[in-house]
């Protein structure tokens, strides 16, 4: 009896404990919406008079378009080069034994560790030595140095999982290398590269602190963003926030619904 109110406390001290936790996480989120919809330039609470006008200034503002376009080009780049050079390093990290892999696992995660802000002046710094020019394509080698540590990071929690057998049973049967790493290892990693792939494009979609330093002439609308709540405020800004966070939000729903969808015709095809 004591066990069982017990319980039921500590699952009402959790449901409330949820709600303050996630209040505590959107309660900022829900400002900035708020603030995207108010007719005047300045933001008050309660919203008086309501507009969509702001959103409609961001989609018919051509600079607006291109920064974003910039982001979306550099965070797609970035994705693909990173998820494919994390795959292999992954493996490295986790599948096989070699003569310096450890050192090998602390090195490729020290960028983690970087300030973003001292990594992107280094990367400046270094580039401008060598005559190149800063635009976003520089912008995508420094997300990279800084993304592609947490994709492997990401991969290689798949990789332990690995069970070698598997691969061995189908050198055993005569498959090539090619073979078993097209057929076997890749479906067995995709959950780790799925999940990679989406923190690459969000991590380099929403990055400031290395775009800021190296993309030059080019802006991301990260920097675009920063600018106006400097020094020219609209409320454009909330109202790119909004979509910004929307379109993270329909990734993440929308690669949560995949996951669960092939994992039921998995589960459908084994029965």
Request: proline letters at 5%.
């Amino acid at each position: 009896m004591y066990q069982s109110r017990f319980t039921s406390a500590n699952q009402k001290l959790m449901r409330w404990w949820t709600v303050i936790v996630i209040l505590f996480l959107y309660m900022p989120m829900l400002a900035v919406v708020l603030a995207s919809f108010s007719k005047i330039k300045f933001f008050m609470f309660p919203v008086k008079i309501w507009s969509t006008k702001w959103y409609e200034s961001v989609f018919n503002s051509l600079s607006i378009r291109e920064y974003v376009f910039t982001s979306l080009s550099i965070a797609a780049v970035v994705t693909v080069i990173s998820v494919v050079m994390a795959i292999f390093g992954a493996l490295a990290f986790a599948r096989y034994d070699w003569k310096g892999r450890s050192i090998y696992q602390k090195m490729i995660l020290l960028p983690i560790f970087f300030p973003q802000a001292v990594l992107g002046l280094a990367i400046l710094l270094w580039t401008s030595s060598l005559g190149i020019t800063p635009t976003w394509h520089t912008a995508i080698f420094a997300h990279l140095v800084w993304i592609v540590p947490i994709v492997t990071l990401v991969i290689a929690i798949q990789v332990y999982g690995f069970d070698p057998s598997v691969e061995e049973a189908a050198y055993d049967l005569g498959a090539s290398r090619v073979q078993v790493f097209k057929e076997i290892t890749l479906p067995i990693l995709w959950p780790g590269i799925f999940s990679g792939a989406l923190f690459a494009f969000l991590l380099s979609w929403g990055n400031f602190p290395l775009s800021t330093y190296t993309t030059g002439a080019d802006q991301t609308a990260p920097e675009w963003l920063y600018a106006k709540m400097v020094a020219g405020y609209t409320p454009q800004v909330p109202a790119l926030g909004s979509l910004t966070v929307l379109m993270a939000a329909i990734i993440l729903f929308g690669s949560y619904w995949l996951g669960m969808h092939f994992k039921k015709k998995k589960q459908r095809a084994k029965t």
